[in-house]
């Protein structure tokens, strides 16, 4: 018997054109989209479907884009295949996913969800623009050459290891000054740095600003047990205490994304039938790296 474990992605896999096919086909994810037009005073469908592409990249919008988007996509595959939604037994999120994951296992409802993802997009792109920052992938070194790399861009500056997302593929976090000298280390330990498209140095402690009002946000939701084990980024382990779920979202804010450790949980749990939902396909790419024997399926309207 397959043990089925469904992972969401996080921001930096949003792309317009995302959830377009899905509405059409399928009026339960339509209606996502119908509702969180309500929720947030704008038309997420249209801004997914045709964008523009700038501002949908942004972290006020992508969020909540994501969000939707990955539910829209259960959807699809609730009406597809239910007995896959019905056997599932874990769900993990990346960063954002994290959020979809809570909503999926019954944590949140649709609405309060997306609330709280609303009001954490707008406090992170408020503590974003405050200071000038940024993240960069260090790609083909491993936790200790990363972990020299951190400390010598911290010279003068400051970093902090933000992702741990698989074997050779770790993302730091921090000021502008120490990204560029942290680029420059990278390449001299003959790894690959790449930039990324984000407005900040997210779970780092220069995200610190965004905790008070996502706090106030997590407060205002009637939180639940999940019905199924959740892994959080934090610790890479599952929350059942509704409060110790809303703790654990606010620390992973300015924590580090323990997502290598996340999917390792999940494995020794024996989920051996992974499915990603949700636009893109980082996840099954960085559970590949993990464990190369892992089945993994895309559920998305890419081809």
């Known amino acids: 018997m397959n043990r089925i474990a469904f992972l969401f992605p ?46 949908l990249n942004t972290t006020v919008v992508s969020q909540p884009a994501l969000f939707v ?100 593929n770790t993302v730091l976090s921090g000021d502008k000054a120490a990204c560029d000298r942290a680029a420059t280390l990278i390449e001299e330990a003959n790894g690959k740095p790449i930039r990324l498209m984000v407005a900040g140095a997210f779970h780092t402690p220069l995200m610190e600003s965004a905790c008070a009002k996502l706090s106030e946000a997590l407060g205002n939701v009637v939180m639940r047990t999940p019905r199924i084990p959740v892994v959080s980024n934090v610790d890479a382990k599952p929350h059942s205490d509704p409060e110790d779920i809303r703790g654990v979202l606010v620390r992973q804010v300015t924590q580090s994304v323990l997502w290598e450790d996340s999917v390792r949980w999940l494995l020794a749990q024996e989920a051996d039938s992974f499915f990603e939902i949700g636009p893109g396909k980082v996840l099954k790419g960085l559970l590949k790296r993990i464990d190369r024997k892992a089945s993994c399926e895309s559920v998305n309207d890419t081809p």
């Open 10 to 55: 996080g921001q930096g896999a949003q792309h317009v054109g995302m959830g377009a096919i899905l509405s059409e086909k399928c009026p339960a994810a339509k209606r996502l989209y119908e509702q969180a037009s309500d929720v947030l005073g704008y038309d997420l469908a249209s801004l997914c479907f045709t964008g523009p592409a700038e501002r």
């Open 69 to 168: 988007s990955s539910l829209a996509a259960l959807e699809v595959l609730r009406a597809e295949r239910p007995e896959v939604v019905e056997s599932c037994s874990f769900a993990a999120g990346l960063s954002l996913g994290e959020y979809t994951a809570l909503t999926f296992a019954g944590a949140m409802t649709f609405e309060e969800g997306l609330r709280v993802v609303k009001a954490r997009g707008e406090a992170m792109q408020a503590a974003a623009d405050a200071f000038p920052s940024g993240m960069v992938s260090a790609l083909l070194l491993d936790r200790e050459q990363v972990a020299k790399v951190c400390a010598e861009a911290s010279v003068g500056g400051q970093m902090w290891i933000a992702n741990y997302l698989c074997p050779g």
